[in-house]
């Protein structure tokens, strides 16, 4: 069951007694309990019939006696016991999930991990409540969630902007979700996104970006380069050595793989080097073009010297600005 189609059912009015929402990402669960704490209940309902409760705070005794009330002039009363992931008797509930009191919808909310499948507790769960799981996002899939939740927002997006926006931001679904906020509040529905409107409403700059410096290196552009090179020492908080090289590791990795797969179909590469999209399969290649194997292999042992470096292995005083330049230099120079 995804996140959208469990809300759907809820708006829908189609209630369970019990539901369990866990998984290593937060971002969904905190998604469909909000719709729990503000949509089931109208606003003089929530008053008497929303109880949130705190797994570290109580035991299961208390959410038991709170779950087993009747409601008070409402079909239905809605019990959110949050952070049960540090509840220690948490399997106790097993009894109560057996036999749910049908007036009240329980919500239990285990965050960053996922529910021991083997216990009696979860096995129970699995066959009496809805049980919804929130997968972790991996990075290459981020510009497809972009571009999926801004088209549920009425909003279109290009493939290369999305993924600027994954590329800076990460994996962290409530960061982007938040920015895609911004995008959705200052711009007309129905309007196609670009690098201006991402660069005047999140902050991250069209031409000065990681995106930009790979195609900077690729192309072998070397005024390019260090112009993109100054810009992030200029702003070392939004551009760190330690996120810059751990980019350009993962993209000197994919052109790596590139040489190997330079006979095959673009759909076969895209799957193999983790693309988003077909559209950028034409970069690599022509980045396999620019560096050749053995000048790829020596690209990825110097990123490796400089990671350590980044995290103050073999730094020798130098600063993080120097680095960087001579990090630069050095990979244009291979």
């Given at each position: 069951m995804t996140a959208d189609i469990l809300i759907k059912d809820l708006e829908s009015r189609k209630f369970q007694p019990v539901y369990l929402l866990h998984g290593p990402e937060p971002y969904y669960i905190d998604v469909i309990t909000q719709f729990f704490e503000r949509h089931v209940l109208d606003e003089a309902e929530r008053s008497f019939n929303l109880t949130i409760l705190y797994g570290k705070e109580i035991d299961f005794k208390t959410v038991v006696d709170n779950a087993r009330r009747f409601p008070m002039m409402s079909e239905y009363q809605v019990v959110i016991l949050k952070e049960a992931q540090s509840m220690k008797d948490l399997v106790e509930l097993e009894t109560y999930v057996k036999n749910p009191a049908p007036t009240t919808i329980l919500v239990i909310c285990y965050k960053h991990n996922t529910i021991d499948g083997r216990t009696t507790?979860?096995?129970?769960?699995?066959?009496?409540?809805?049980?919804?799981?929130?997968?972790?996002?991996?990075?290459?899939?981020?510009?497809?969630?972009?571009?999926d939740h801004l088209a549920g927002r009425g909003f279109k997006i290009g493939p290369t902007e999305a993924a600027l926006i994954a590329d800076y931001l990460g994996a962290d679904l409530s960061k982007v979700a938040n920015e895609m906020e911004k995008l959705a509040l200052n711009l007309p529905q129905g309007h196609k996104i670009n690098k201006e409107d991402i660069e005047k409403y999140i902050g991250i700059s069209k031409d000065f970006n990681v995106f930009e410096l790979q195609d900077a290196l690729s192309s072998r552009n070397k005024e390019k380069a260090y112009r993109i090179i100054q810009y992030f020492i200029s702003n070392p908080k939004n551009n760190p050595l330690?996120?810059?090289?751990?980019?350009?590791?993962?993209?000197?990795?994919?052109?790596?793989?590139?040489h190997f797969l330079r006979n095959a179909p673009d759909r076969e590469v895209q799957k193999s080097l983790g693309l988003s999209n077909t559209y950028f399969v034409k970069n690599y290649r022509s980045a396999a073009r620019s560096f050749n194997r053995m000048q790829t292999e020596k690209i990825i042992h110097l990123l490796r010297v400089y990671d350590m470096k980044s995290k103050g292995v073999g730094r020798d005083g130098f600063s993080e600005e120097a680095m960087m330049q001579e990090l630069i230099y050095k990979i244009l120079s291979t």
């Open positions: 507790f979860a096995k129970v769960l699995k066959k009496t409540a809805v049980v919804f799981e929130s997968k972790r996002i991996y990075d290459n899939q981020m510009p497809a969630w972009i571009s330690i996120v810059v090289v751990a980019t350009l590791f993962s993209y000197f990795s994919k052109i790596y793989l590139m």
